[in-house]
């Protein structure tokens, strides 16, 4: 079977919703620009370029239509290039990436772009016409909980303290502002609209400023916005091809896809989605959890990573080495893109062997990706 | 001439406010300041005042997006900015040498029509113009504004001799009409009008208290509701203005005014009040006034001997409604209402020529700048003039000239009201072009109908005007009849019609009272009557065959709201208080709101696409039942429609309200019934899912999931499925029978219970 490669990684700079300066900027134009910018950072033959994969968890209105055709065009792609949006919520990004793995080991094309993409701003949480169905919402409602619900759910049943949220959230800033401040996130960034610096981070918060907040989702609950993903517009893409094809083209291999994973868990708990999706890539990478060196989790909010780090216990200083998405922000479909081209990246800067990327997803499901360095 | 653009000077409370009040009108404003020191940021000062005003209550702006119009700067920087303005309001500190250098450096600066204007109130034109070339004293003038400008109807403009009198009409102009304000001209006399009673009559009001051993709450309760003041009367008033101004103010009072005027007798500070503004308790702005909120945030008030706080006591409400009762007993209290009145309003009659010319300005000054319900002389007519000077003369005062002949000072002479005056000739009051008023119609000629809720009223022009004058206008079943009369008279006699009252209140919904009692007889078919009446003679209004304007101002709620949504269109004033307000009570709206506030959703272009959002939109107003705080306001609710007009000046309501109509006749069609292309079940069931979660966050109750479930059901279209449209009576069907559902559950009961006892709504 044909080896898979990552072979360059870039996004947009990530920006709070609706206040942010990227609120203005259409979806498309943004993905659109970064995958031009990932096009001139690799060196790629755009001529060579199979298949455009798409992750996008509300692909309507702005995000409509077959966006990722569209996106061919607006990116300047040649024609012949084609486009495919697919949906998994938070972990569409990482799922086009294992789409294209997959195409390239059954001989069904060399070179893939997968990307992914969210305006928090312009095509709200659920759409505009959240149209649930009647009998599922009273037999089963918890398909379609709150995504907040689930994190007091878990903080409940892993009796997750608020003030250990806290904590973790602030590190996550602290991680974050360091890596902005020493410019680790300067070659990943596309510079849109002039702008090329993340501006959701908090570095100035405190324990005491969090102390203060009301928790947001339930009265008497855990879970504040200081402890959750904020709603973010970005966009992020990945360069995936075969190893062949990368060293034919003298690519800059950042990491080999050794397995990857998909599993679904109860909805009200989606959080905790990353144990089975992780246990089920070690077992078909034939690794142990300890083999891991680097892990990219993503963070939905505190107490639902901080519920898998207790299933999955990996040494913090192993986990999201420039920050999580509390700090970073979490545009939905782009975030897979965004932690697996991550962690291809923190092998070949850290000289390390295993990463693993990860993440929950909602409607109970987790997802997992198993990098090796080249 | 036209004000397309203004700047105020100084980014105080008030400066930053009338800037506000600027913007409200839709003028572009450059608000200025002093370059503070040790700064980086030159403009802070007037940046600072504008983020304080979109947090200040009640609010400065009509709408926060008209903060966008206000450009701040600093007076160092910015002056050349001033050239294309037509209106430089002043509003520095009260010190004349800084106020000359800044008019100084304006005339540099501004066009020759551009008006200068001060915002003082206590120093006179002359003085501030004094030495000034001629070109700048044409230029210039007084307008003082009220606190808080936007909700206060006073401006006092005060010209000088060489003031332009087209810029003075221009002024005029503009206040009237776009900023609203009952513009009156004043003398250049210390205080102007307004202050100059109003001072004394506070004053009056702290010392006779003293002499008198009042309680604080004693004396707000006499000087307050039984002469139509507001209910903060003399200390609570005093707690709002800052006591810290008041010796300023006195100083500038007594210096200006002559030794034989009355004012000089009370116009010194007594001890006590020196004591607070010297421990810092200069009232709401700061720890305390004379009233205070304890650590526990309980009322407390000041004893006005031993300067103790104590837990505040409401003294029971007078019951003398008549004004000769309450002030001819003995009791202390009637004393002390006595002294502080009739010193008062001899204080006012006495000031005639010297303040104004005629006693119906002075009376418009006081209702608008102090927001009595009746001006001094208005007050003297209700108690009776000649038993006002009868009772001088037996206390051996001096009876001012004005008051002498014992005559009324107001009558009616052939439809038409009059005032008297020096002479002791009765006058004519001239209402200016585009003011009518209801209370000069209902003089003029007999009701076409009434009943003892409505009545119907001819203004002229072929436009007939509807009335509500129930308490609070609530809405029952007579307003009801005299609508459908209405209907059928307008029809053959009438080309159009306009639903307007002058008063404060346009209607606060319908009467919960008659729902209580067929509650409480479990007489449920009366409910279902009182709601299909509702829906049948809204339904027919909004399909008359003639144009149907509404002209609501201050609160329109419930079945006020409703009718508004029934209207061919509504001419609002800008201070509208509108929204479906029904689920606080414990119901929703059943006389065609939800229907009509669907309707508003379900054609409006801005909305995105597919059959969900107009019933989200809908259901978040009517389930929060979110209120506008002004008709700019109720526009971006939708409860009016781009096209409806919004009048700032209340006096011209309904003269607009009427050209608004008159425009309509014209080829007039009743609009085509709509279809509601509804989502069914499936809204039903998201709506829900965002009630259960402001009720996980502890903002709705589990009663008010109840009352949303119904909601829910009704704008989602009921049982319906999203390929066959209802049609507008299928919704009022809907509507009835969530109302009748829910009126028979004991909470709904409580809530109405609750709200008819106290006026709040029940959290149950």
């Not at chain 1, 002039?194 to 907040?213: A, F, H, I, Y």
Request: with cysteine.
């Amino acid at each position: 079977m044909k080896n898979v490669v990552i072979a360059g990684y870039c996004r947009s700079p990530f920006a709070p919703a609706y206040k942010g300066l990227l609120s203005k900027v259409r979806p498309d134009d943004l993905v659109a620009q970064v995958i031009k910018g990932l096009i001139t950072k690799t060196g790629v033959n755009p001529d060579d370029i199979e298949d455009l994969i798409l992750g996008c968890a509300f692909p309507e209105a702005e995000q409509g239509l077959n966006l990722a055709r569209l996106i061919v065009f607006l990116a300047g792609l040649p024609i012949t290039v084609a486009g495919t949006t697919i949906n998994r919520y938070c972990g569409s990004s990482m799922q086009a990436i294992h789409v294209a793995a997959g195409a390239i080991q059954m001989n069904a094309g060399e070179v893939f772009i997968c990307a992914g993409v969210e305006s928090m701003t312009r095509i709200p949480m659920g759409g505009y016409n959240t149209m649930p169905n009647p009998a599922l919402y009273e037999s089963f409602p918890q398909a379609y909980i709150s995504m907040g619900d689930t994190a007091e759910n878990l903080a409940q049943r892993y009796k997750i303290d608020r003030i250990d949220q806290e904590i973790f959230s602030l590190s996550s800033q602290q991680k974050a502002y360091l890596a902005q401040q020493q410019g680790r996130f300067d070659d990943e960034i596309i510079a849109i609209a002039g702008m090329n610096k993340d501006s959701c981070l908090r570095p100035d918060s405190t324990v005491n400023d969090l102390e203060q907040l009301l928790p947001a989702f339930q009265k008497n609950g855990t879970v504040t916005a200081g402890t959750s993903s904020p709603l973010t517009d970005g966009a992020a893409a990945v360069l995936v091809c075969s190893e062949d094809y990368a060293d034919a083209h003298k690519l800059n291999k950042l990491a080999r896809v050794k397995a990857t994973a998909v599993s679904g868990c109860a909805p009200e708990i989606m959080g905790i989605g990353p144990v089975a999706a992780t246990h089920k890539v070690l077992h078909r990478a034939v690794l142990k959890l300890d083999d891991i060196d680097i892990v990219e989790l993503n963070e939905a909010f505190a107490a639902q990573a901080l519920a898998v780090l207790k299933d999955l216990p990996v040494p913090l200083d192993k986990v999201n080495l420039d920050g999580g998405a509390i700090a970073l922000g979490h545009p939905l479909g782009a975030t897979g893109a965004r932690i697996t081209g991550k962690a291809a990246s923190l092998l070949q800067r850290e000289g390390k062997q295993y990463a693993l990327a990860t993440q929950c997803i909602g409607g109970g499901q987790g997802i997992a990706t198993l990098l090796e360095a080249i | 001439m036209a004000i397309n653009k203004v700047a105020v000077i100084g980014a105080g409370v008030m400066g930053a406010a009338i800037a506000a009040q600027f913007s409200n009108a839709g003028v572009p404003a450059y608000l200025l300041d002093i370059v503070p020191e040790q700064t980086t940021n030159r403009n802070s000062i007037a940046e600072a005042a504008i983020q304080k005003l979109l947090k200040t209550e009640p609010a400065p702006f009509m709408h926060k997006n008209n903060a966008r119009l206000i450009t701040p700067g600093n007076v160092e920087d910015h002056l050349s900015w001033l050239a294309d303005v037509d209106w430089v309001i002043e509003a520095v500190i009260e010190k004349p040498q800084i106020k000359q250098a800044l008019y100084r450096k304006l005339v540099a600066v501004c066009h020759k029509d551009c008006i200068v204007s001060s915002n003082t109130s206590t120093l006179p034109l002359k003085l501030l113009i004094e030495g000034l070339p001629d070109s700048i004293a044409g230029q210039f003038m007084i307008t003082h504004f009220f606190n808080p400008p936007r909700y206060m109807r006073l401006l006092e403009l005060v010209a000088g001799p060489k003031t332009r009198p087209e810029l003075i009409a221009t002024v005029k102009e503009f206040a009237d009409i776009k900023l609203g304000k009952n513009c009156i001209l004043c003398k250049d006399t210390p205080g102007f009008i307004a202050n100059r009673i109003g001072i004394y009559w506070l004053q009056c009001g702290i010392l006779e208290a003293i002499d008198l051993g009042l309680t604080v709450e004693q004396a707000d309760s006499l000087i307050s509701t039984p002469f139509g003041i507001p209910k903060t009367g003399i200390f609570g008033l005093l707690d709002l203005i800052g006591l810290d101004l008041i010796p300023s103010i006195l100083a500038s009072m007594t210096q200006a005014l002559s030794a034989e005027d009355a004012f000089q007798e009370i116009g010194h500070l007594p001890k006590r009040v020196q004591d607070m503004i010297a421990a810092g308790f200069t009232g709401r702005k700061s720890k305390g006034g004379f009233y205070r909120l304890n650590s526990e945030h309980v009322k407390e008030s000041i004893n006005l001997e031993t300067g103790e706080y104590g837990l505040s006591h409401n003294p029971q409400d007078s019951k003398d409604a008549n004004l000769q009762a309450l002030l001819s007993s003995s009791a202390r209290e009637s004393q002390y209402a006595w002294r502080v009145m009739s010193k008062t309003l001899a204080y006012a009659a006495s000031l005639v020529p010297e303040i104004s010319d005629d006693i119906v300005t002075i009376d418009a000054a006081m209702r608008d700048g102090y927001n009595w319900a009746y001006g001094p002389f208005e007050l003297l007519d209700q108690m009776g003039g000649a038993w006002f000077v009868d009772r001088f003369q037996v206390e051996q005062r001096p009876v001012p000239p004005l008051l002498r002949e014992r005559q009324a000072l107001y009558h009616v002479a052939s439809g038409e009201l009059q005032f008297v005056t020096l002479t002791g000739a009765y006058q004519p009051i001239r209402r200016k072009p585009g003011v009518v008023l209801l209370a000069d119609i209902k003089r003029q000629h007999p009701a076409i109908l009434n009943n003892g809720s409505a009545s119907l009223w001819d203004c002229g022009d072929g436009v007939a005007c509807l009335e509500f004058h129930s308490k609070m206008n609530a809405l029952d079943m007579n307003s009801m009849a005299l609508i459908r009369q209405s209907i059928d008279k307008v029809k053959s006699e009438f080309a159009a019609l306009v639903i307007h009252n002058d008063a404060e209140h346009f209607s606060a919904g319908a009467n919960l009272g008659l729902l209580i009692q067929a509650i409480h007889n479990q007489n449920w078919m009366v409910v279902e009557q009182l709601i299909r009446q509702g829906q049948q003679t809204y339904k027919a209004l909004k399909y008359a065959p003639f144009p149907v304007v509404a002209a609501p101002s201050g609160l329109a709620l419930g079945g006020g709201c409703e009718i508004l949504l029934h209207s061919t269109a509504i001419q609002a004033h800008a201070e509208l208080y509108t929204g479906l307000v029904e689920v606080g009570v414990g119901l929703i709206p059943g006389w065609g709101g939800c229907k009509e506030y669907l309707r508003r959703y379900l054609t409006f272009p801005k909305l995105p696409k597919g059959p969900m959002p107009p019933v989200v939109k809908a259901f978040e107003t009517i389930a929060l039942a979110k209120v506008s705080k002004s008709a700019a306001e109720a526009k971006e609710l939708l409860f009016l429609a781009a096209t409806d007009g919004i009048t700032m000046n209340k006096n011209r309501l309904l003269a607009d309200a009427k050209s608004k109509a008159l425009s309509l006749c014209t080829n007039y069609n009743p609009p085509q019934p709509c279809v509601y292309p509804l989502p069914g079940k499936t809204a039903e069931v998201l709506l829900d899912m965002g009630a259960k979660s402001l009720q996980a966050q502890g903002k709705a109750t589990a009663y008010d999931l109840t009352i949303a479930a119904q909601l829910a059901y009704v704008l989602s279209g009921g049982d319906c499925d999203m390929t066959e449209p209802l049609s507008e009576d299928d919704v009022l069907d809907l509507e009835l029978n969530a109302f009748v559902t829910l009126v028979q559950q004991p909470n709904t009961l409580a809530r109405l219970e609750h709200m008819l006892k106290t006026g709040k709504p029940l959290r149950n």
